[in-house]
């Protein structure tokens, strides 16, 4: 019997492994990660290669081949409890042998440079998916900003970032829109010729911040057979949401509770995401994103999202099934899955 399939398409696991490696630490993924996913059914991860800034952009390069050399040690330090995949042939083979699934993604292709022949090497490496940006400049593309700021005026695809999609088709690679602004995203749909996924990312009707999609983008992604996956970070919620976090963390100390329901905070809010983006692009158009490697931040940041860990994310899944019960299954996984069905 085929197990259920539950997809995180947006985790930062492989940055907390690389600096946690570097701290000395063995079997990460087994001593920090694993009982958190398996608590709240998590059994396929799609991993971002996120480079800090301070290694841009002499060190993009190394850090990004680091990461993956340290997932490769940790699946040779915790035999048989997680694989590399590169097809979703291989992500269900995986979960059936009670394997975690994990894929490979750009968050930002600054290890790239503007050298196109990188791609195939990271793609012969398992990398299948390509965020263009993170939200920073890079050779491709312009990123989107996380708040206003004082800046030239932001441009769409250079024309390496135009090849970059030329070469992913060839590939059959996914392209990632979450992070990039809104002139690169009109022309990713213009040029690419595969599925276009926001891999985190909520509404922007409901929560105004560049981050997030207007109701237009998300149908042109539903159009180009996309998924767009709901993001816990509390900014991208509501516009209030920080404020809300900060009170309850005053009111109790780390996540406390602002309501006697023992509701998380904003719960409701990210249930209003998925109900107005399942309106605007129907139910084979959203899926999780859930951007919630908190591990190795610090502690400002982590107090700036819905779920500190995936115990605490596993009620919220619930709620989904209850709120949208002939939509839940597609949303918590089957729609990644059908999209991953692209790569082969």
Known sequence: MTAPVIVDAHYDLLLDVFRLRRAGETRVIERFYLDDLR???????ICSLFIPSEYIPEMALRVALSQIGGLHAEMRESPGLFALCRTAGEARKAVDEGKLALFLSFEGVDPLGQ??????????????????TWSR???????????PIEEGTPGGLTSFGVQLLEEAARLRMIIDVSHLNDTGLEDVLRFCRGPVIASHSNSR??????????????KKL????????LNNTMAFVRPDGPDLIREAVRRGGKYAKVSDSGEVPCWAGLLDHARHMLEVAGEDHLGLG???????????ERNNSLFPTYRHAAPFMAALRREFPHAADKILGGNWMRVLEYLG
């Open 39 to 45: 608590s709240a059914g998590v059994n396929v991860l």
């Open 115 to 132: 050298d196109i022949q990188l791609l195939s090497v990271f793609y012969e490496l398992g990398v299948r998916l390509i965020g263009l």
């Open 137 to 147: 400049r890079n050779y491709a593309a312009d990123g989107c900003s996380f708040s």
């Open 205 to 218: 009707a409901l929560c105004p911040v560049a981050r997030n999609l207007t109701d237009g983008q998300i």
């Open 222 to 229: 539903a159009d180009k057979g996309g998924v767009v996956g």
């Open 290 to 300: 859930l951007d919630l490697c908190e591990f190795d931040k610090p502690e400002a």
